[in-house]
C-alpha cells in the first residue's frame, strides 16, 4: 500500500466514515483509551486520528494532539472538536511514518484502527516508539492476523484486495513488536465480535531487558466506560 492511495482512500471514506466504523467501535475505542492510564497534565499523541472518533473519550485534564495525513478525515476531526468544544484537543495534518515532533514529546501515544492502514507499519511504530517518553505506554487498537488458521488463511486471501481499499487485512502482531522495545501489558479481544484487540505496551527504549515486544499480556483488569456518559 502506498501513501497516496491510502490518502486516496480514506478522502473517499470520510463522506460516510462515522456512518460505518461510528458507533459499533464506540466501546473499543473508550476502553483503549483507558488503558492509556491518563494523569492529569498529561501529553497524549493520537496517531491516524482520522474523523475524531475517539476525541471525546480523553479527560480534558490532559493535552491531546491527534495527527493524520488525510485532509478531509481531519476536517471532519475539527468539526468534532468544535461540536464538543474539546479545547484540550488539537488536530495537526502529519504523515505518521515521519513526524515533526522532538523524541520523547508524549506521555502516551495511541493508535486506533490505524496500524494496518498504513504503507509501513514498522515504521509508524518506530516513529511511535521515538516520540513517547521511556515508561510510557503504547496502546494498539486493531485487527491482526487471527490464531486461527483457518481464518488467518482467508484474511491472507483476501489481504491483497483489502489493501486497495485502505487497510491490510492479515497484519501479525508478534512480527510487528518482534526486536521493537516494547512490553506488551495487556492485550485482549474487544466489540465487536471480539475480532479486533486491544494492546497496551510499555515503552522501554534505551533500558535494558525485557524490552523485545514479549510480555505475558494477561492483564485481565476490568476498566470503566466513559462512552456510555456521552451524548452521540
Ligand atoms: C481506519 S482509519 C482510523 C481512524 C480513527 N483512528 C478511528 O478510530 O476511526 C485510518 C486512518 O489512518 C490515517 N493514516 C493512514 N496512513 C497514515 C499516515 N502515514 N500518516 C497519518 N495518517 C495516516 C488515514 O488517513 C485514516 O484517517
Known sequence: MDAKSIER????????????????????????I???NIRGGENIL???????????YYPRNCKVIGIDFCEPMLEKGRQRVG????????LMKMDAMKMNFPD?????????????????????????????KVGGKIVLLNHFKNMNPFISGCEKAISPFTKKIGFQADLDLSSLLSGKPLVVEKKRSVKPLNYWKVVQCTNRKGLNGNGNGHGNGSGNGAYPAAYSTLKR
Open 9 to 32: 482512500a480514506y478522502t473517499v471514506f470520510s463522506g460516510f466514515y462515522d456512518l460505518v466504523f461510528g458507533k459499533l467501535f464506540h466501546q473499543s475505542r473508550a476502553d483503549a
Open 34 to 36: 483507558q488503558l492509556l
Open 46 to 56: 493520537e496517531v491516524g486520528v482520522g474523523t475524531g472518533l475517539s476525541l471525546p
Open 83 to 90: 461540536q464538543y468544544q474539546l479545547s484540550h484537543i488539537q
Open 104 to 132: 520523547n514529546s508524549f506521555d502516551s501515544v495511541f493508535a486506533a484502527y490505524v496500524i494496518s492502514a498504513v504503507p509501513d507499519p514498522h515504521q509508524v511504530i518506530a516513529e511511535m516508539i521515538r516520540v513517547c
